[in-house]
């Protein structure tokens, strides 16, 4: 994973990914974990205390993140805090 998500994609982009997502798009996945990944990363081993407690929160977020995905279309809010807020929840979740 490099490169971090703020510096990877300009605002005209935002609801790209999630676009794709919710299509179905199976090239999406590369691009996913590239501008996300890192961030994704950093947030489960913040609220984790080992790599694989770190390693299944972010299996799960990423799941989280492809149900969300087709309801993403009806927010105003940026890819990038939609993208936040669901790792956090998750995060969250895992820790109770």
Known sequence: MTGSA??????TDFL???QRIAKKDKTVIEDFVNTYGDL????ACKFTASTAEAETAT????SD?????E????TQ????ILISLIARRRLVKYLL
Do not use: H, M, N, V
Not at 6 to 11: E, G, M, V, Y
Not at 40 to 43: E, H, K, N, P, T
Not at 65 to 69: D, E, K, L, P, S
């Open 16 to 18: 790209t990914i999630l």
């Open 71 to 74: 309801s993403a279309d009806k």
């Open 59 to 62: 299996r799960g977020i990423f």
């Open 65 to 69: 993140i492809w149900r969300y995905a």
């Open 40 to 43: 994704i990363w950093a947030l």
């Open 77 to 80: 809010t940026d890819e990038i």
């Open 6 to 11: 703020t510096s990877r994609i300009q605002p």
